[in-house]
Structures are given as structure tokens and as C-alpha cells.
């Protein structure tokens, strides 16, 4: 008996804990992470010095309303993009797209998110903040998804706004204003943004075209795509030199700041110059490496530096 009884406990946990799984996935917490690391960021370099216990406080909650709004609009964009998910082997997979979550479900799960993560900004860090975070990720699951990427080639220029927000976000966390600083922070994400979604694009070039999405691999070829993943990496190897330009850092943040652009400007002309699909693997994997590591560069120099 106890033994039939354990058996079926056992069998009745396992779908549970696949639900939750599945909840999960829908919040993207790889693409989540990324996101709260640069807020973090943001709000590190916007605190001078070492952070008091209070600062401390301050951000973890601040990183802990921004995880939970971003996880609310990465669940809504699944509901919007539910049909084009299950036509594309990468996101055929999530629950939304198969079926094994309804769209009520999911809306729900977003809405708690969203407002649990909103009244957390409000109430313990700043209107500012919530109201940024809010526009940040309204931008990103409506304005993006629903009107720009079905529609122009240019969505990810445009649309790469909402990703370039983090920053600011941690920025106006820990001082309630939007200073330079974080515009700077902003313009290197804005600016990476396209090379390193089109590098991706390139090598599932396919699965956007059977999507029907108009990405620049799609609408102009790869050869003009790799062409623009060349030129927007020397414009970004500039933008990565104006922290240390505006005195935000030292050399130490210059030196890595070179290298990584070096790096990457040289991965997009091999791309630009050979083209195959593995390269285009490896520089899309590169330019997630060169964006943790020169934010992890700024960090490790404001407390040297400072």
C-alpha cells in the first residue's frame, strides 16, 4: 500500500513541477538575467564609491521589481508571438506556442508578474523607475513585437531601444534622475543590438522567412546584412570608448573596451569577408561575451578606479 501510495504522489508531483517549468520558460531567464545584470550595472556605477548597506538594499530590490516586469513582458510576447513561435525549430517548443498553456494562463501569469514587480518599484524605489521600466517593456512586448517586426527590416534598430533601457533603469534606481552617464551606457547596448541579433538572423535566415518576419537577412540578402553587421561594429568600437571619453572610467576599462571591439569588429569582417553559418554562430556568441565582459570591465574599474 504505501508503496502504491508514494508511486502515485510521485506521478501526480511530476506535472506540477513541468507547469512551473513551463511558466518559467516563458520569462526567458537567460534574456531576464542579461537585463538585470546591466541594470545592475547601471545602478553600481551610479552609486560613487562602495555602497551602503541601505544602497544595497535599495538596488536588490530595484533588480527584484525590473526581474518581474521584464519577466511579465517576456511572457506576453509569447502569447503575441505564439503562432510564429511554433513555426521556427529555436521556440517550437514553449508551451504557448504548442498548446499546453493557454493564452488565458499565461495573461494571468503576466498580469501578477507585471503588477507585483510595478507596485515593488513604486512603492520601495521611485515613480521614476517604475514608470521607466513600465515604458521599457510595453515598448518591447507591444510596439516591437506587435507593430515593428512584422513590418520593417529595421525593427531591431528601432525596437533595440526597449533592450538598450537597462542601464537606465538602474541608473534612475539609485538616483531618481536620468544623468549622461546612463545615456552612455544606453548608446553601447543600442548600438550592439543590431549586429548581434543579424548574426544570428543570418544563420536562421530560414526559419524567419517560413515565420514570414521581415528580418534584413530576409529582405536584403546576407551579403548586404553582413555588410551592416560590419559597419554598425566600428560604430560601437566607438561608442565602447566613451565611458573612459566622459571620464566615467579608467584605463583599465579602455584596455578591455579595445580588445572586445577589437575582437568583435574582427569576427563581423571574416563574416563580411567568408561567410558560413558556423562563423555566424561564433560571432553571435562573441557579442554576448563582449557585452557581459565590458560591462563586468566598467564594474571592476569603478571600484578601482573610485
Same mark, same amino acid.
Given at each position: 500500500?504505501?508503496?502504491?501510495?508514494?508511486?502515485?504522489?510521485?506521478?501526480?508531483?511530476?506535472?506540477?513541477?513541468?507547469?512551473?517549468?513551463?511558466?518559467?520558460?516563458? =520569462?526567458?531567464?537567460? %534574456?531576464?538575467?542579461?537585463? #538585470?545584470? +546591466?541594470?545592475? /550595472?547601471?545602478? !553600481?556605477? $551610479?552609486?560613487?564609491?562602495?555602497? =551602503?548597506?541601505?544602497? %544595497?538594499?535599495?538596488?536588490? #530590490?530595484? +533588480?527584484?521589481? /525590473?526581474?518581474? !516586469?521584464? $519577466?511579465?513582458?517576456?511572457?506576453?510576447?509569447?502569447?503575441?508571438?505564439?503562432?510564429?513561435?511554433?513555426?521556427?525549430?529555436?521556440?517550437?517548443?514553449?508551451?504557448?506556442?504548442?498548446?499546453?498553456?493557454?493564452?488565458?494562463?499565461?495573461?494571468?501569469?503576466?498580469?501578477?508578474?507585471?503588477?507585483?514587480?510595478?507596485?515593488?518599484?513604486?512603492?520601495?524605489?521611485?515613480?521614476?523607475?517604475?514608470?521607466?521600466?513600465?515604458?521599457?517593456?510595453?515598448?518591447?512586448?507591444?510596439?516591437?513585437?506587435?507593430?515593428?517586426?512584422?513590418?520593417?527590416?529595421?525593427?531591431?534598430?528601432?525596437?533595440?531601444?526597449?533592450?538598450?533601457?537597462?542601464?537606465?533603469?538602474?541608473?534612475?534606481?539609485?538616483?531618481?534622475?536620468?544623468?549622461?552617464?546612463?545615456?552612455?551606457?544606453?548608446?553601447?547596448?543600442?548600438?550592439?543590438?543590431?549586429?548581434?541579433?543579424?548574426?544570428?538572423?543570418?544563420?536562421?535566415?530560414?526559419?524567419?522567412?517560413?515565420?514570414?518576419?521581415?528580418?534584413?537577412?530576409?529582405?536584403?540578402?546576407?551579403?548586404?546584412?553582413?555588410?551592416?553587421?560590419?559597419?554598425?561594429?566600428?560604430?560601437?568600437?566607438?561608442?565602447?570608448?566613451?565611458?573612459?571619453?566622459?571620464?566615467?572610467?579608467?584605463?583599465?576599462?579602455?584596455?578591455?573596451?579595445?580588445?572586445?571591439?577589437?575582437?568583435?569588429?574582427?569576427?563581423?569582417?571574416?563574416?563580411?569577408?567568408?561567410?558560413?553559418?558556423?562563423?555566424?554562430?561564433?560571432?553571435?556568441?562573441?557579442?554576448?561575451?563582449?557585452?557581459?565582459?565590458?560591462?563586468?570591465?566598467?564594474?571592476?574599474?569603478?571600484?578601482?578606479?573610485?
Amino acid at each position: 500500500m504505501s508503496t502504491g501510495t508514494s508511486t502515485t504522489g510521485a506521478i501526480s508531483a511530476t506535472p506540477k513541477v513541468s507547469v512551473v517549468r513551463q511558466f518559467m520558460a516563458l =520569462t526567458k531567464p537567460r %534574456v531576464i538575467q542579461l537585463i #538585470v545584470f +546591466c541594470a545592475l /550595472i547601471g545602478m !553600481v556605477l $551610479a552609486v560613487p564609491g562602495v555602497p =551602503t548597506w541601505a544602497e %544595497v538594499a535599495l538596488a536588490a #530590490v530595484a +533588480c527584484l521589481g /525590473i526581474w518581474l !516586469v521584464a $519577466a511579465a513582458a517576456a511572457a506576453f510576447n509569447c502569447i503575441v508571438e505564439q503562432g510564429i513561435d511554433a513555426k521556427m525549430k529555436r521556440t517550437a517548443w514553449r508551451a504557448t506556442a504548442s498548446g499546453e498553456l493557454s493564452n488565458r494562463q499565461t495573461l494571468l501569469f503576466s498580469a501578477i508578474l507585471g503588477s507585483t514587480g510595478s507596485a515593488i518599484l513604486y512603492l520601495w524605489v521611485n515613480p521614476l523607475t517604475m514608470w521607466l521600466t513600465i515604458a521599457t517593456f510595453v515598448g518591447y512586448a507591444m510596439v516591437y513585437t506587435i507593430i515593428l517586426k512584422p513590418l520593417t527590416p529595421q525593427n531591431i534598430v528601432i525596437g533595440g531601444a526597449s533592450g538598450a533601457m537597462p542601464p537606465v533603469l538602474g541608473w534612475a534606481a539609485m538616483t531618481g534622475v536620468v544623468d549622461p552617464q546612463a545615456m552612455i551606457l544606453f548608446l553601447i547596448i543600442f548600438l550592439w543590438t543590431p549586429p548581434h541579433f543579424w548574426a544570428l538572423a543570418l544563420y536562421r535566415v530560414e526559419d524567419y522567412r517560413k515565420a514570414g518576419l521581415p528580418m534584413l537577412p530576409v529582405t536584403h540578402g546576407s551579403e548586404f546584412t553582413r555588410l551592416q553587421i560590419l559597419l554598425y561594429t566600428g560604430v560601437l568600437f566607438a561608442a565602447c570608448l566613451l565611458p573612459f571619453v566622459y571620464g566615467m572610467s579608467s584605463w583599465i576599462y579602455l584596455v578591455v573596451a579595445i580588445a572586445l571591439s577589437i575582437g568583435f569588429c574582427l569576427y563581423a569582417y571574416w563574416l563580411w569577408r567568408d561567410y558560413s553559418d558556423a562563423l555566424a554562430r561564433r560571432t553571435f556568441r562573441f557579442s554576448l561575451y563582449h557585452l557581459s565582459l565590458l560591462f563586468a570591465a566598467l564594474l571592476v574599474d569603478h571600484y578601482v578606479y573610485f
